[in-house]
């Protein structure tokens, strides 16, 4: 008896989990191809941000839905007078969908024509390589970087999280996926494995106990892995190169655009702790605070504005320094938005793409 009872419980929590897999939304899956360029599947991709993950409005879950179109960005191929590009930021990751990202408030506000090509984790590298694909056939006015803190990340041993990263490029979004995507290499067991861990992962995500266990070990693991992935590290260097490498690939867009009478503006997107003091983001429902990382990155923005103050062929638009005087609350990360705060963006750009600010209503 006590048998069946436990095959009957076993079988219901089977069904239970397959029911629940198959209501699962459509995430988000990238198209790899060579040279570290990538773009996203055309479609619907759904996903919620947790509030136990994420700073979001009123503490609360938010149900978040993008459209690819077929090329693998948020918005076709076409003849556009504005190209806006850059990585998750200018994307949108942290707000509901395509509307409350800065091109859909540009769009809905400012009544602006504009494209959105950007993908999450791209840097300058990927910028320029699909900007001198397409400007043919979009023939811009006008192309729009907004971006900065990838570049910027990407040069340093160790991720926010304090651990070590890859050289590569590819370690801070899936270069796994990319391995078997190019070598056509899949092992099973491992990607077994990392599903388990990560339902797991799902079943605990809702537990107070679990999640204060795991913020003290993880807590304690991160610190360890963080000593050991900055020691010897100079970071100061480390942001030198960063900056050498953004700069290099920003003086081929420019003599590219310069010979086809294409503007280029230049506006580094916000970081959530650059201009504030550390503990005003502690009284907000962030996931993880990093100070050696945030350091870092706060030293890093300065490098590189003051290169692009300098910049000859482009205008630079310092937008993280006016974000600094707007409240944190509007990040849901370190380097992302909500809907509200891509607003905020909109509202400070919109000369660019305008050459004014009035809104719809004043039009």
């Known amino acids: 008896m006590i048998q069946l009872i436990i095959a009957v419980a076993l079988l219901a929590f089977a069904i239970d989990i397959y029911f ?40 609360q879950d938010v149900a978040c839905r993008f459209e690819i179109a077929p090329y693998g960005y948020l918005d076709a191929i076409r003849p556009c007078e504005n190209i ?29 024509d504009v494209i959105n090509l950007a993908i999450p984790g791209w840097n300058i590298e990927q910028e320029v390589i699909t900007l001198l694909r397409h400007l043919d056939a979009i023939r811009p006015k006008r192309i729009l970087l907004f971006d900065g803190a990838n570049n910027l990340a990407l040069a340093l041993p160790f991720d926010y999280h304090g651990y070590p990263t890859s050289a590569d490029a590819l370690a801070f979004y899936g270069e796994r996926k990319y391995a078997q995507a190019i070598d056509e290499h899949f092992d099973t067991a491992p990607d077994v494995r990392r599903r388990a861990t990560m339902l797991v992962r799902e079943m605990l995500r809702h537990s107070v106990i679990a999640r204060a266990v795991y913020r003290v070990a993880g807590g304690q693991q991160a610190a360890k892995a963080s000593a050991a992935a900055t020691g010897g590290v100079d970071v100061d260097a480390q942001a030198a190169v960063a900056v050498e490498n953004y700069l290099a690939w920003l003086k081929v867009l420019v003599a590219v655009a310069a010979a086809r009478g294409i503007e280029i503006h230049c506006i580094l997107q916000p970081y959530y702790s650059y201009g504030r003091d550390g503990a005003e983001a502690r009284n907000f429902h962030f996931y993880s605070i990093n100070d050696t990382f945030d350091r870092y990155m706060v030293a890093a923005y300065g490098r590189l504005d003051s290169a692009l103050s300098e910049f000859a062929g482009i205008t630079y638009h310092p937008v993280f320094k006016e974000m600094a005087a707007e409240s944190v609350g ?16 909109a509202d400070k750009i919109s000369g660019i793409v305008l050459g004014s600010r009035h809104d719809k209503e004043t039009r």
């Open 84 to 112: 806006l590009v850059g990585g998750s930021a200018a994307f949108g990751v942290g707000s509901p969908g395509n509307a409350w990202n800065v091109s859909g408030h540009l769009r809905e506000k400012y009544l602006a």
């Open 330 to 345: 509007l990040f849901t990360d370190a380097v992302h938005l909500n809907g509200t705060g891509y607003g905020v963006i």
């Open 20 to 59: 629940g897999l198959s209501r699962r939304t459509r995430g988000m899956q990238f198209r790899f191809s060579r040279y570290n360029m990538y773009t996203l599947q055309p479609g619907t991709f759904s996903v919620t941000l947790s509030k136990h993950y994420y700073n979001l409005p009123d503490n």
